[in-house]
């Protein structure tokens, strides 16, 4: 609290502060000596010790590492509806002018971040793309190739390094017209030439059939209970001698559950939910057909509803 002149009481009274409201009030009257008063102190809480350094300023864009310049340069953006003639103008003079070393990364690593939000990627396996991609950048060794190829793989590999890993089919869904051949020898290409680099293998993490299973299964609408009944018996192959790919097991454990449930899925809906062709689900599900029992839980299904899948 502090003194101030009340007009109403025509005298020096105490005043108290509503910082909620940005009032004086006098305590006396309850008179409103001035409202909406902008509070000019310092704020209560400092930042400094969040970002280990004494700077407590917290506004402005985020820093970018994996940039020259942090990522905090000034680009002046083209004006709405202005075409041609912002390149003649004076800003648009200096803009050109300003050679930012940084620009075709900023494209890149906003093509990454693009991919990434369409296939609902968290914030780290962006990160680690723009990692990936940095470093084959400064090798300069990809110049030439697909542009789209290697931004996609780079997303690919992230997703796998993250234990997060997508199929090379839905990377391809979201990569701008690159193909999925395409996608996979940039792929081959990155872990090359990288593994050169570190001097040793690149680390790139195990796939199971588990990490795609529940995915697919939203996407086919399948309810709790054979998801359940799903991710058990998918665990439960994985202690057979099954030389199929993590992706076709999946696609065949789904196909055998649908079978046993009410809600019966055709194959071509699976195919289409997982990527996986018609014929190589038929091949996975005849190699797991022998071991049916051993994989699907008896609280889902008693040995005597197994004679309900069908004959592969």
Not at 92 to 101: A, D, F, I, M, V
Not at 148 to 170: G, N
Not at 218 to 239: D, F, H, I, Y
């Amino acid at each position: 609290m502090s003194d101030s002149f009340c007009p109403d009481c025509k005298k020096q009274t105490e005043v108290a502060f509503d910082h909620s409201a940005g009032d004086t009030v006098c305590t006396e009257c309850g008179l409103v000596l001035e409202a909406h008063s902008v509070d000019e102190t310092s704020e209560w809480r400092t930042f400094a010790n969040e970002s280990n350094d004494n700077d407590p300023v917290r506004v402005g864009g985020p820093t970018n590492p994996l940039l020259t310049d942090g990522g905090l340069s000034t680009v002046i953006a083209k004006p709405n509806g202005a075409q041609g003639e912002f390149l003649s103008s004076s800003l648009g003079r200096w803009q050109n002018r300003g050679s930012n070393p940084d620009r075709s990364l900023i494209l890149a690593f906003r093509t990454i971040a693009n991919m990434a939000d369409r296939l609902g990627l968290v914030a780290t396996i962006k990160d680690r793309a723009n990692e990936i991609y940095k470093k084959v950048e400064d090798l300069k060794s990809i110049r030439g190739r697909n542009q789209d190829a290697i931004l996609a793989a780079c997303l690919y590999i992230a997703c796998r390094q993250e234990d997060r890993p997508r199929t090379v089919k839905e990377i391809c869904s979201v990569a701008n017209g690159a193909t999925k051949k395409e996608i996979g020898r940039a792929k081959e290409f990155i872990v090359k030439q990288l593994e050169v680099e570190m001097g040793q293998s690149m680390e790139m993490g195990t796939i199971h059939a588990g990490d795609f299973l529940r995915r697919f299964c939203s996407t086919l609408g399948m309810n709790n209970q054979a998801v359940k009944a799903a991710q058990e018996a998918v665990q439960r192959s994985e202690e057979l001698d099954i030389r199929r790919s993590p992706i076709s097991i999946a696609a065949a454990v789904i196909y055998m559950i649908t079978q046993l449930s009410e809600d019966k899925k055709p194959l071509k809906d699976i195919s289409l939910a997982t990527g996986v062709a018609e014929g190589t689900i038929r091949n996975s599900y005849k190699d797991l057909y022998p071991y049916a029992a051993r994989l699907i839980p008896n609280t889902y299904a008693k040995e005597e509803d197994l004679k309900n899948l069908c004959t592969p």
